[in-house]
Structures are given as C-alpha cells and as structure tokens.
C-alpha cells in the first residue's frame, strides 16, 4: 500500500470524525490508537472502503506515511499529549510535523513548540471547534506554532475547515501556544453563552410560565435576527422542543440542573485576572456552573433561605419577541465577545502573538460552537479599527448598549425583585455601567488604602503621589 499523507492518533469523537473529513478531501490517511481494537472497529464500521489504513503501534503509523509526515493528535489535554509526544518521537525525522488538536493548556503547548522545534520537528497547537458534527463537516481551526509549520499543513486544513462567504474558518493565529490560547478564549466565549440563554429561558419558565414549546418558539424568533442568529440559538430551540420518548414530556425538564467547569473556561477566567482584563460576563457563566454543581447544599438552603416569592415582571411577548429579554440577552452575548476579544488583544501583547483580531472573528462565522451573525460585525469593527480597545465603543455595537441598555436594566431589577439569579444578565449590566461611567468609586478605596497602610494615592488635580495622616 503507498504512503499515507495525513496520520491521526486518537479514535474518540473528534478523532474518528476528523480523519474522515480528511479523507474526504483528498488525504488518504492512516490512524492509530491506544486500544487497537477501536482502530479496528473504526476501519470495520465508518473507515469501511475509505482511503484510510490503520496502525497496530507507533512504528507501523509512521513508518505508513509519506515524508514529511503530517501527524494530528486527537487525545485528552495534559499528560497524554505528553505520552504520545514522547512514544513517538524516537520514530520521526528531522521536518516531520505533529499537531495538538485538542483543548491544552497555552503554557503547555509553548513548551511543547520549544522542544519539538529544538529537535527539528515542528509542532502546532491547534484549537479545533465544532464538536463531532464540525469535526466531519467542517470545524474552525486556531492553528499556532512557526509560520513555516503552518504553511506546511495549510493545504490540508484550509480544506478540512468550515467555508464562509469570505474563505476557510481557519488561518494562522500566530506563535507559540496563541492558538491553543484563542480556542481557550472561545471556550470562555462559549461558557457565556451558554449561561446567558439558559438564564433567558429560566426566566421565561419561572417568571412567565412558559412551556417548552412557547419558550421554543421564541428562540426561533431570535433566531431569525442579526443581532441574535447563532448555532447556540439554534440548539436552544432543539432542546427545548426535544420530548423525552418515555412519557412525551419536555426532556430538558428530566435533565439534572449540574453543570461541570474545569479546563478551557477556568483558564479563559485565570488569564484573564492574570493579565488584568475584564470578564465578568463569562466569570458569571463559570461560578454559574460551580453553583450548580453544589446540589445538595442549595437544596437544604431553599428551605432555610426566604427570597421574595416569584412574581410576574414585564419580559415582553411574543408580538415584540420578548423585548426587554431580547435585549438582555443581545447585550450580554455582546459583553461575552467583547471581553473575550479584549482578553485576546492584551494577551497578544502581552505575549507577542501579535493576534489578528478580524481574521480571529472571521474564522468564528462558520463551524465553531460560537458561530453567530454578530461575528460579521465584529470582523468589520475590527477591520475598521485594528487597534480597537473595547468592542463596545464600535458605532454599531455602541448603536445597540444605547438602544437595549434600559430593557437589560428592567429584567435585572425584576429578577432581582422575582428573587430569581441571573449572574450573566446582572454582571454585563455592571459591566456596561461600570464601563461608561468616567469617574468610578476607586478614590474611596484609594483613601482607605493610603489610611490602614500609608499606601500613597494620586490626586485629580496635582502630579505626583501623596500620603495623608487619616486617623490623627
Ligand atoms: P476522547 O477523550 O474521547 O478520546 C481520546 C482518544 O485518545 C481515545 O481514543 C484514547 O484511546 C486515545 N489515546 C491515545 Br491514542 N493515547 C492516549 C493516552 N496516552 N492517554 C489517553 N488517551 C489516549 O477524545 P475527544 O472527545 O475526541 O477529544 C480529544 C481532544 O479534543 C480533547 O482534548 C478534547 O478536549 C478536544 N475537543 C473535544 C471536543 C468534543 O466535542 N468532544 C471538541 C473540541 C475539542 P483509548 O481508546 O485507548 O482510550
């Protein structure tokens, strides 16, 4: 049989469903994994009359494929990324290739450049969105390591990803471990979103009592708008409108109200506190995740814990497509790009990648789990202003706070006042408020600071630093 042109290590969801998209188009491909029998079963069931042979160890992987060799790790981050790594080292030749596409760690994949290049290998960690579906049809890929890694696999995955009106969803995002870092921060992203419609429908299930297939319904609606179209829009309505076979009832009413946090959006948060950017909204979304992980406890607190009783507050109808909700949720999906975006471009500086911010937006439009109609906005914001600092302050996003800022105001006091949570809605209201106010309260801490520690403070209306004796 003739050398292979792509090889793929891990057999899991994304694995299984990559190397056929690979071979799909064109590259014929070799795989392995730990348990050959899944390589197997694979070859046997899906891999069945493609152009895809399998591996029985390392050594046969490679030794199947042409040079220089292009090889896609597809394994969970952290230690197995490392094991494979050094399992297969020993058989690879100086200009061979090998990229990490699973969800690692940024600091872990700049080591990992660093070593693999100093051994004439190249290494690219790349982010890869869309879940098993993208992974077939066509995922986003954030590729990062040295450009001349990249142009090596630039013919395979400009092919493998998604294609918008405008070209693949995928380029090259720069050194190092900044591809890895822009699929963390989409991840965040993501993390937000999540939390953000979720909090929409508690609302209207709560407040208004609303049935799945109401609540549906108005996704659908919000579906059809710029400012809201989006696959998690999309999925929402399949959700809500799924029944549970067993008794007709509305499924995601059966499903446990846990959500687990760990990896990508934890990091998305400790980056952010780490380079001092601004995340609150997507903060929101991760503490959401570790509150509800505290079943029990919450279970014994409802009886012990009065709130106000639930009462009906103004949220819209169906006529005006839930109006103040609406705009609620568009400001802080808004809030969610903008700091993810603002958390990218000080972290690009911070650590030289120097990002592309509309080429990071563009190769969010198709294929990847945030894929939305507002991404189109924010690739022109950005390509309108490079340097832009905050998304928020574009004409057209500005545009849309100043419209939508009193409706997110009415559903946070209502909630408020319903005692029921709503951490990402009240968070981006914060947020916009705290970032529209040009003189916030911080002289105060200031103050306290220089008076328990002689910490020292600056004045509005004189240079340099000062010190007074508070408590004499
Ligand atoms: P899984 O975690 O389901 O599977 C990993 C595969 O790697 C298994 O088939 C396993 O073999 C194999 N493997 C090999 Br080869 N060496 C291994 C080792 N030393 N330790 C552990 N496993 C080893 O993969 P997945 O869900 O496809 O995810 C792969 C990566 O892609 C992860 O980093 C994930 O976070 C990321 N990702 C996943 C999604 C998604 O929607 N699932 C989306 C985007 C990114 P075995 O059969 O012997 O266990």
């Given at each position: 049989?003739?050398?292979?042109?792509?090889?793929?290590?891990?057999?899991?969801?994304?694995?299984?469903?990559?190397?056929?998209?690979?071979?799909?188009?064109?590259?014929?491909?070799?795989?392995?994994?730990?348990?050959?029998?899944?390589?197997?079963?694979?070859?046997?069931?899906?891999?069945?009359?493609?152009?895809?042979?399998?591996?029985?160890?390392?050594?046969?992987?490679?030794?199947?494929?042409?040079?220089?060799?292009?090889?896609?790790?597809?394994?969970?981050?952290?230690?197995?990324?490392?094991?494979?790594?050094?399992?297969?080292?020993?058989?690879?030749?100086?200009?061979?290739?090998?990229?990490?596409?699973?969800?690692?760690?940024?600091?872990?994949?700049?080591?990992?450049?660093?070593?693999?290049?100093?051994?004439?290998?190249?290494?690219?960690?790349?982010g890869v969105s869309g879940?098993?579906?993208g992974?077939?049809?066509g995922p986003s890929m954030m590729p990062g390591?040295?450009?001349?890694?990249?142009?090596?696999?630039?013919?395979?995955v400009t092919?493998?990803a998604a294609q918008v009106e405008d070209g693949p969803c995928v380029t090259y995002i720069g050194?190092?471990?900044s591809g890895?870092l822009v699929k963390t921060v989409h991840n965040g992203i993501e993390?937000g979103i999540?939390?953000?419609?979720?909090?929409?429908?508690?609302?209207?299930?709560?407040?208004?009592?609303?049935?799945?297939?109401?609540?549906?319904?108005?996704?659908?609606?919000?579906n059809?708008t710029e400012e809201l179209s989006s696959y998690l829009v999309e999925?929402?309505?399949?959700?809500?409108?799924?029944?549970?076979?067993?008794?007709?009832?509305?499924?995601?009413?059966?499903?446990?109200?846990?959500?687990?946090?760990?990896?990508?959006?934890?990091?998305?948060?400790?980056?952010?506190?780490?380079?001092?950017a601004?995340v609150?909204t997507i903060?929101?979304?991760?503490?959401?995740?570790?509150?509800?992980?505290?079943?029990?406890?919450?279970?014994?607190?409802?009886?012990?814990?009065?709130?106000?009783?639930?009462?009906?507050?103004?949220?819209?109808?169906?006529?005006?497509?839930?109006?103040?909700?609406?705009?609620?949720?568009v400001l802080s999906c808004i809030a969610s790009y903008a700091q993810g975006m603002e958390l990218l471009r000080i972290s690009s500086k911070?650590?030289?990648y120097e990002l592309h911010m509309p080429s990071i937006a563009q190769i969010w439009k198709g294929g990847c789990i945030i894929r939305a109609r507002l991404l189109k906005r924010i690739q022109d914001a950005y390509n309108a202003d490079p340097q832009l600092e905050n998304l928020m302050i574009d004409p057209w996003f500005a545009e849309q706070i100043?419209?939508?800022?009193?409706?997110?105001?009415?559903?946070?006091?209502?909630?408020?006042?319903?005692?029921?949570?709503?951490?990402?809605?009240?968070?981006?209201?914060?947020?916009?408020?705290?970032?529209?106010?040009?003189?916030?309260?911080?002289?105060?801490?200031?103050?306290?600071?220089?008076?328990?520690?002689?910490?020292?403070?600056?004045?509005?209306?004189?240079?340099?630093?000062?010190?007074?004796?508070?408590?004499?």
């Open positions: 049989m003739s050398k292979s042109h792509f090889g793929l290590i891990g057999l899991g969801v994304m694995g299984e469903n990559l190397v056929l998209n690979a071979e799909r188009n064109g590259f014929s491909s070799v795989v392995y994994n730990r348990t050959y029998s899944k390589t197997e079963d694979f070859l046997n069931g899906r891999g069945q009359g493609r152009n895809i042979q399998g591996a029985k160890d390392l050594q046969d992987f490679v030794e199947k494929l042409e040079r220089p060799r292009r090889i896609l790790m597809m394994v969970k981050a952290g230690p197995a990324v490392d094991a494979v790594m050094n399992e297969i080292s020993p058989f690879l030749d100086e200009g061979d290739l090998l990229i990490d596409g699973g969800n690692s760690d940024y600091h872990d994949t700049e080591r990992r450049v660093k070593e693999l290049e100093s051994k004439s290998f190249g290494f690219i960690g790349m879940g098993a579906k992974a077939l049809e390591g040295t450009k001349a890694s990249y142009d090596a696999i630039e013919n395979l092919k493998m050194p190092g471990g890895h993390y999540e939390q953000i419609l979720a909090e929409a429908y508690d609302l209207m299930k709560r407040v208004k009592g609303m049935t799945g297939e109401q609540m549906a319904d108005v996704f659908l609606q919000w059809s999925i929402t309505e399949v959700c809500l409108r799924t029944k549970d076979p067993a008794d007709g009832g509305d499924l995601v009413e059966k499903i446990v109200d846990q959500a687990g946090q760990k990896g990508t959006g934890l990091w998305t948060v400790v980056t952010a506190l780490q380079m001092g601004s609150p903060y929101a979304a991760l503490n959401g995740r570790v509150m509800s992980s505290m079943k029990s406890q919450r279970e014994t607190a409802e009886s012990i814990l009065k709130g106000p009783a639930i009462k009906d507050f103004d949220l819209g109808s169906s006529a005006d497509a839930m109006a103040p909700l609406m705009d609620a949720t911070d650590l030289d100043n419209k939508r800022l009193p409706g997110l105001a009415k559903v946070v006091a209502g909630a408020a006042e319903a005692g029921v949570p709503v951490p990402c809605f009240s968070s981006t209201l914060d947020y916009i408020n705290s970032y529209r106010t040009g003189r916030l309260p911080q002289n105060l801490v200031q103050a306290m600071r220089d008076c328990f520690g002689s910490h020292t403070y600056q004045r509005v209306d004189q240079e340099g630093n000062f010190h007074t004796e508070w408590l004499d």
